[in-house]
Structures are given as C-alpha cells and as structure tokens.
C-alpha cells in the first residue's frame, strides 16, 4: 500500500493501517529534515556542497529541455509502493501536471539522477539502481563522485536495467537520450 496524502485535518485523526503506511506517513512529518527510507532504514539527508555542485551542474545543463517539454527538475519525494522505501533522488525530471503530488512513481518521472556520498555511495549504486528498475523509471542516471565515472542507465525491467551506458570518467560527455536528446558535460563534477 502507498502512502496516502493527508491534509492537516486529517493528520489529527490519522490511524495506521499497515506498517509501510505508518512509516512512510511518518518521514513526512519530520520537522526541519529531509529524510528517505532505503530498505526499511530512514536516512537523513545532509548533501556536501560538492555533492550539491554536481545536481546543480546537471540542473542547468537539463533546465532548457525540461522547460520545453512541460515537466520540472527537483528533489521530491519518490515512492516505492508495496515496499518500504521512500526516496528523495539529487534531481528528478517529472510531468508538470503531477507536481501537486505528494509523492511520485519512478515510472511517472523522465530521468532520476542520484549522486553518491561517502555514506551512501553502494546504495545508490547497487540498491536504488534495481529498486528504480523494477519500478520503470525510464532513465537513471549515477553520478559517483568517488568512482569519479558517471553511468546512465535505460530499459528499466524487474530484473534490472537492460541498457548499461558507462561507467564514464568525469569531463566524458554522456548522451541523455530523447527526449532529452543532450549530450550532458561531466566536467567539474
């Protein structure tokens, strides 16, 4: 079951009816911190300013596109129905009409980008690539700023991504396809 929106005058009588619900329902709430739950574990947020740099490097490149086509670029909220994990990519690229949600479907989103810290760098390469996959966000795209490579990753299944382009060491350009159709600078990463 996915969380469900719920307004402030909701929030007073609000009854769990599951675990993933509650929890989800939860993290919301949280005043003052971003957080996500990875595989049942809730994770604060708290991105480097070098880990900021690359989102927003990725952010003005993408920006004209994204305008064009009637969608938004941010950080919001993506869920993972059936499962508990709720999670807060660097950079999404999303339909404009759905941005009044709460949360989103990786399938509903045109490319998720995340880029890897220290403390999180093998679930964003391993655990958030599958999970996204499974639930059909067309592109991913992995900046990992240790690696220093970045990967774009196509063809989402329940298996995995069928496409693997990468990994590229940073100041490579990676080709986002449409309907990006860009070719992305990695330098200064």
């Known amino acids: 079951m996915s969380?469900?929106?719920h307004s402030n005058a909701q929030a007073h009588s609000y009854t769990a009816d599951d675990p993933e619900t509650a929890l989800k329902y939860a993290i919301q709430h949280i005043e003052g911190d971003r957080v996500q739950i990875v595989e049942g574990?809730?994770?604060p947020l708290s991105p480097t300013w070098g880990h900021e740099k690359a989102a927003a490097k990725i952010r003005k490149q993408i920006e004209?596109?994204?305008?064009k086509l009637g969608c938004l670029s941010g950080g919001g909220n993506i869920?993972?129905?059936?499962?508990?994990n709720w999670?807060?990519?660097?950079?999404?690229?999303?339909?404009?009409h759905l941005a009044d949600?709460?949360?989103l479907l990786p399938n509903q989103t045109l490319l998720i980008v995340e880029v890897t810290s220290e403390s999180n760098g093998d679930t964003d390469r391993t655990v958030k690539r599958r999970r996204?996959?499974?639930f059909g966000a067309p592109l991913y795209l992995l900046v990992d700023r240790q690696e220093r490579t970045c990967t774009l990753y196509a063809g989402p299944g329940e298996l995995g991504y069928t496409r693997v382009d990468g990994p590229h060491p940073f100041g490579t350009p990676v080709e986002l396809p449409e309907p990006f159709d860009l070719e992305l600078d990695t330098s200064g990463f």
Do not use: C, F, R
Request: aromatic fraction near 6%; charged fraction near 20%.
């Open 64 to 67: 004209p596109i994204v305008e």
């Open 87 to 96: 999670y807060v990519p660097d950079v999404a690229v999303v339909p404009e």
């Open 79 to 84: 869920d993972l129905p059936g499962t508990s």
């Open 41 to 43: 574990v809730i994770e």
């Open 132 to 134: 996204y996959a499974e």
């Open 101 to 103: 949600q709460d949360a």
């Open 3 to 5: 969380a469900q929106p």
